[in-house]
């Protein structure tokens, strides 16, 4: 059964080409076509591009791009088996380190409640001692002397000293504890303003500025009036920018996957999640 490598080369050769002029037809690099020939898929962006790239290939060629496409699939289909199964075990071992710095934290957020808890308790408990019903505190010496009657009164007047067991025994001062002081809230970091296209970035004679923002995974190719293309993998957050006299032509790998501004004026969007578009013509 023929490969896919073998299928590319053996067409290319018949029809007299190098990879450098199908690289210029079909827009591809030139170091992703020798990797599609030699069946080097690590060396190749993700799948969903890997096989916009088959069809541009054997579309240049001429040859059916439903068989170079199955040809894809069967030779590459243990590289990414393996590939997704090396991404779920990293998955597993990242979520793994995150359940066990929850636990640590949990356990250390446990203990200082319970320290704070003990540090109101205990202080408490020693100030206040329960009292029991035998403790005898002890007398004024005045109050175990005998009252003298006064002056006016007369003798049979005078009452006897109060018992001993008559005396009550003073009682502590109420503990008040210290308030709980309140946290401090914490200060909102501030907000990053927007970076809008800058006043001078349209420079003299009318430069028309390009921005690209990726939303998801997405390979772009850009073509700056006649100059030479350019071929970036963006990555979900990234953004690039390019300056132009007259007009782009962009090649998007997954059409839904970025945002696309002139001028700072919103381009698109140009196609579903995915879809490969070509020839985008964008001018003033």
């Known amino acids: 059964m023929e490969t896919l490598g073998g299928f590319f080369q053996h067409a290319r050769e018949r029809q007299g080409l190098?990879?450098?002029?199908?690289?210029?037809?079909?827009?591809?690099?030139?170091?992703?076509?020798?990797?599609?020939?030699?069946?080097?898929?690590?060396?190749?962006?993700?799948?969903?591009?890997?096989?916009?790239?088959?069809?541009?290939?054997?579309?240049?060629l001429g040859l059916d791009e439903?068989?170079?496409?199955?040809?894809?699939?069967?030779?590459?289909?243990?590289?990414?088996?393996?590939?997704?199964?090396?991404?779920q075990h990293v998955q597993v071992k990242i979520e793994a380190a995150h359940r066990s710095r929850f636990n640590w934290n949990l356990v250390l957020i446990l203990f200082v409640v319970i320290?704070?808890?003990?540090?109101?308790?205990?202080?408490?408990?020693?100030?206040?001692?329960?009292?029991?019903?035998?403790?005898?505190?002890?007398?004024?010496?005045?109050?175990?002397q005998e009252p003298k009657p006064s002056p006016a009164e007369p003798p049979h007047s005078v009452s006897p000293a109060a018992p001993v067991d008559a005396v009550p025994s003073p009682l502590p001062p109420p503990v008040i504890a210290p308030p709980t002081p309140e946290p401090e809230p914490k200060p909102m970091p501030p907000s990053l303003p927007a970076s809008p296209?800058?006043?001078?970035?349209?420079?003299?004679?009318?430069?028309?500025?390009?921005?690209?923002?990726?939303?998801?995974?997405?390979?772009?190719?850009?073509?700056?009036?006649?100059?030479?293309?350019?071929?970036?993998?963006?990555q979900p957050g990234q953004r690039i920018t390019w300056k132009a006299k007259k007009q782009y032509l962009l090649t998007l790998g997954n059409a839904a996957g970025v945002v696309v501004r002139l001028n700072g004026e919103s381009r698109g969007p140009f196609g579903k999640p995915g879809q490969v578009v070509r020839d985008i013509l964008l001018k003033p």
């Open 18 to 60: 190098s990879l450098e002029q199908v690289a210029s037809q079909t827009r591809i690099q030139q170091r992703h076509l020798h990797a599609l020939e030699e069946e080097d898929y690590a060396s190749l962006p993700a799948k969903v591009f890997t096989k916009g790239f088959v069809r541009s290939y054997a579309r240049t």
């Open 66 to 87: 439903d068989e170079a496409l199955q040809l894809f699939l069967t030779s590459s289909n243990s590289f990414y088996e393996r590939t997704q199964q090396e991404q």
């Open 115 to 144: 320290a704070g808890i003990l540090f109101y308790l205990l202080p408490e408990q020693q100030e206040n001692p329960t009292p029991t019903a035998k403790s005898e505190a002890p007398l004024p010496i005045e109050s175990l």
């Open 197 to 234: 296209v800058p006043e001078d970035a349209l420079g003299p004679g009318g430069t028309l500025v390009l921005e690209i923002e990726a939303t998801q995974l997405t390979w772009v190719v850009v073509r700056s009036d006649d100059q030479a293309p350019h071929e970036a993998l963006l």
